[in-house]
């Protein structure tokens, strides 16, 4: 009876671990499908690749934020006060 108690225990970690992949698998089955089915956000599957409109719009939005982003801020033309 006392060596049964340190058996469960090496095995729980196992069990539980396939148990979650299991249920995690499961559970992303079920969320792929519905976001094809329902016609959520564009599929980047293989069998549904992106359109070309979508990808040109991505590229343009994602420059001018690169750019916007990499442009360094205004300075002041006063120069700053010394102390």
């Given at each position: 009876m006392e060596a049964l108690l340190p058996a469960l225990a090496l095995l729980a970690c196992p069990v539980g671990m396939g148990l979650m992949m299991f249920f995690?698998?499961?559970g992303n089955r079920s969320s792929q499908a519905d976001t094809t089915s329902t016609g959520g956000a564009p599929s980047t599957s293989p069998d549904h690749p992106m359109s070309v409109e979508v990808l040109r719009e991505q590229h343009t939005r994602l420059g001018e934020e690169l750019e916007r982003l990499e442009t360094p801020p205004a300075t002041k033309?006063?120069?700053?006060?010394?102390?």
């Open positions: 995690m698998a499961r033309s006063e120069p700053a006060e010394q102390r």
